[in-house]
């Protein structure tokens, strides 16, 4: 069982960075691998990054490939997402969830979600 805390969600101008973080419970957060997804009103929850449960592989969506990092800190039980040249397409709320190792891009992939953190990013 695990649950998840998301932060780091602000307002913002195009071009500017945010860093958001995803603190879990429990003694087996190494074991997840782990995503973040984004959901705008109105549109369905995408994929936006994942990273393997030992932080060595890593996938992104390409609409935010070259401008977003993910990466995890085990012993602190927690998953980061820098993002950087943000811009108005990437306002939307941002969820971090854990999943077994198989999972991938498909939300219902992971069990676990936290309640999401709010990024607006103003032109």
């Known amino acids: 069982q695990v649950q998840l805390v998301e932060s780091g969600g602000g307002l913002v101008q195009a071009g500017d960075s945010l860093r958001l973080s995803c603190v879990a419970s429990?003694?087996?957060?190494?074991?997840?691998?782990m995503g973040w997804f984004r959901q705008a009103p109105g549109k369905e929850r995408e994929f936006v990054a994942l990273i393997s449960s030992g932080g060595v592989n890593t996938l992104y969506a390409d609409s935010v490939k070259g401008r977003f990092t993910v990466s995890r800190d085990n012993a602190e039980n927690t998953v980061y997402l820098q993002m950087n040249s943000l811009k108005p397409e990437d306002t939307a709320a941002y969820y971090c969830?854990?999943?077994?190792?198989?999972?991938?891009?498909?939300?219902?992939?992971?069990?676990?979600w936290g309640q999401g953190t709010q990024v607006t990013v103003s032109s």
């Open positions: 969830a854990a999943g077994r190792p198989s999972a991938f891009m498909n939300p219902a992939t992971y069990e676990y």
């Open positions: 429990g003694r087996t957060f190494s074991r997840y691998r």
